[in-house]
């Protein structure tokens, strides 16, 4: 089973007790959805392979290490998704943008699909999945099973609240799947709403309700 991270650093838990604060306008959720994910972004690449490389400085040669060569595709699922991207790419300019559009049904909450567009060569990169909230899961089964219906091998799941029904939705579905959380909450609650959460990220995000 592959690992379940919860990022524990103080800046993170930090912003994340601002963004879950119900009296946080639209300006201030994107500004801290979009540092988390870049907070989140700088643990969920900590593994990737490096090689290393001579750089002439100045004075001198200097063997460093630079990313080897890896393709790298995000992958936001919409609309919340869209709201850490920006900062993922400002970590990873050359990464590719994929996008999955998912909404949940209000009665079954059950994802609906109504748009996906992949980088052509999706297959080859590794790929980081970006969506705030983690509830039921079925979102993020679904963008998965979208993704390796597309011959992507290497998934990287990043939510910003998740809980223990949606984690153990993923990883039943697709235990291979490394997941990066900021935290994970108690429950959900009869509308399938994570309790305490932040309520409903797209919203808040977009200023839509
Ligand atoms: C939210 C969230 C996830 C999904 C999580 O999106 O951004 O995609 O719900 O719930 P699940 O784990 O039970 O599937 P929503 O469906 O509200 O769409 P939106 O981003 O367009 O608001
Ligand atoms: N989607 C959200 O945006 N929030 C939740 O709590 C659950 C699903």
Redesign the pocket.
């Known amino acids: 089973m592959a690992q379940v991270h919860v990022l524990d650093h103080p800046l993170i838990q930090h912003k994340l007790a601002i963004l879950r604060n119900v009296s946080t306008g639209v300006k201030e959720f994107r500004e801290l959805i979009s540092e988390i994910a870049g907070l989140m972004c700088y643990e969920a690449t900590r593994n990737l392979p490096t090689e290393e490389v001579e750089v002439q400085t100045p004075v001198a040669v200097a063997k460093c290490r630079m990313l080897a060569g890896k393709k790298l595709a995000i992958i936001p699922i919409l609309r919340?998704g869209l709201g850490m991207v920006d900062s993922m790419v400002d970590m990873i300019p050359s990464a590719k943008i994929g996008h999955i559009g998912l909404y949940?049904d209000p009665e079954t909450h059950k994802p609906v699909e109504y748009y996906c567009k992949l980088p052509e060569d999706i297959g080859n990169r590794q790929v980081f999945v970006v969506d705030?909230?983690l509830?039921?899961g079925g979102s993020a089964v679904a963008a998965i099973d979208f993704l390796k219906k597309h011959g992507c091998k290497q998934i990287i799941m990043m939510n910003v609240?998740g809980c223990p029904e949606g984690i153990k939705a993923v990883q039943e579905a697709h235990p291979d799947v490394e997941m990066y959380l900021a935290a994970v909450d108690e429950r959900?609650n009869e509308h399938?709403?994570?309790?305490p959460?932040?309520?409903?990220?797209?919203?808040?995000i977009f200023g839509t309700k």
Do not use: E, F, N, Q
């Not at 399938?192 to 309790?195: L, V």
């Not at 959460?197 to 808040?204: Q, S, W």
């Open positions: 919340a949940r705030p909230m509830a039921t609240i959900l399938a709403y994570i309790i959460g932040l309520g409903d990220a797209g919203d808040r």
